[in-house]
């Protein structure tokens, strides 16, 4: 018996990951042939029990049923997709998150699960690999080796046939959609991708319909774990930098083809991060192009670095507003900090000697406490207005935002960030200089009073710190940079090592 949606009761046990209903009902149906067992395991849309369970996250219960139902590992649904191909759709099955010490320790139940969500797929994904031939779509681009400098049409006649041939492949492999390997790139599985690597080789000179190979996609989808992976195969990764798509670009084009989603898939930072991010990605696709495509144009003639500007022009003025409000606002709280930093340092607690002028707290210990903090409070915070104001004063170039803007605003939030610290140490050392000295409660209260407006700009502009540290950090990891001492405010372009120079305006 069937529901409306066309399901039996074994595909409804399968949906919803009811094991122990699953075998008993698996039992029931072993003496059916493979035919006969078509109406219980699969959809009237065509969707089997696999299909199912891999798209619930069932991937234990999928796992059996690959095992116990190996024709359903080949068979497709209405979309036309394998089981193998909708686990290379699904990411999320293979991230496993990091451990966040206390957070963990109180989600520790979550986290097991997860990590066992993990696992299954992972061997789920192994097992698939290994049986599922959809790999086999896998056809050889030709040879595009040469820098292509004005459009196919033009070329000769055994080059015209072999991009006939070249359109055929495209158009049949449109009709046959895409192998789990460039679905699993483009996903970012690199369990998947290694695995299909590891045991089909031959399959990384697959296309796809626009006819990039899996570097192109890894490129394009900023895939940088399966990026590495690829770059690590010596062999093929000469001949798969040498590729060049349907649209003649190269790989390095391929960086300036970000997906249109990429701007607002879960990334929170600000649009120069994001923008620093493209250069250091171009940065490093660079690297592994070969020095005869850097001037290769595409067929709208363009040439890679040309085509990187025009696709992030938007990006590098929504970067420049966001660049130039960020330092204002900073400027604002840094001039806020040095006012009071610079009134206290003439309202000491516990007021002057009438007759002597010499403060009346000065053999104190917090005494020496709060003098140097209010200092160092009023120097910090000087520093990051200057920082601030040479940032509104940046021609904001595109090299601008490689390093120097960057490291600019990490230096200004810096000592910024160490002004309120001060701050609150000098505030702390008041308050107990007050305490001790005996002044009324309505003092102590002014003074915390006068410092909320200080904690509330700490406070708002906060989280954008750790950006800035994940950008150092990223800056850390480019050869040579990591063993030079940390200069932030410098550019590091001279240490930046360099296949050709890449000359950004």
Known sequence: MRNHNGETALFRAARYGKTDMFNFLAAKVSGYDESGLQFYVQRSDKTTILHMAILSLHFDLAYRIALDYTHLIGQKDADGMTGLQLLSCNPSAFKLEPEEGFINLVWREKVQKQKQLHRSAVELAKFLVRKDTSWELTYSSIDQSKPKIHKYGEKGGQERQEVHLFNKILDKEESLGETPLILATKSGC?????????????????????????????????????????????VPMKRLTRKIDGDGNSILHTVGRK?????????????????????????????????????????????AEGYFITANSELRNLAKEWLKTTAEGCSVVAVLIATVAFAAAYTVPGGPNQS??????????????????????????????????????????????????????????TFLFLSVAMMMVAFGATIILMIYSKESWTK??????????????????FPLYPSLSKTYNLLLKIPFIKHIPAIPWISFKCCRVETTDTHFP
């Open 356 to 413: 002597t002028g010499v403060p009346v707290l000065v053999n104190k210990p917090f005494f020496v406490v709060f003098t140097v903090t209010d200092v160092l409070s009023l120097t910090f915070a000087l520093t990051s207005v200057v920082t601030f104001l040479s940032i509104l004063t940046s021609p904001f170039r595109f090299k601008d935002f490689k390093h120097t803007l960057p490291n600019k605003l990490m230096v200004g939030f």
């Open 190 to 234: 690199v369990e998947i991708v290694e695995e299909i690597l590891k045991l089909y080789p031959q399959a990384v000179e697959h296309i796809d319909d626009e006819g990039r190979n899996v570097l192109h996609v890894a490129i394009k989808y900023r895939q940088k774990k399966i990026f590495e992976l690829v770059k690590g195969m010596d």
């Open 444 to 461: 102590i209260t002014l003074y915390a009073v006068s410092f909320i407006p200080v904690g509330i700009f700490a406070l708002s502009y």
């Open 259 to 303: 997906r249109k989603d990429f701007l607002s898939d879960e990334k929170m930072e600000g649009p120069a991060f994001l923008l620093q991010e493209e250069l250091l990605w171009f940065e490093r696709v660079k690297e592994v192009t070969p020095s005869h495509f850097l001037n290769h144009q595409n067929n709208m003639k363009l040439t």
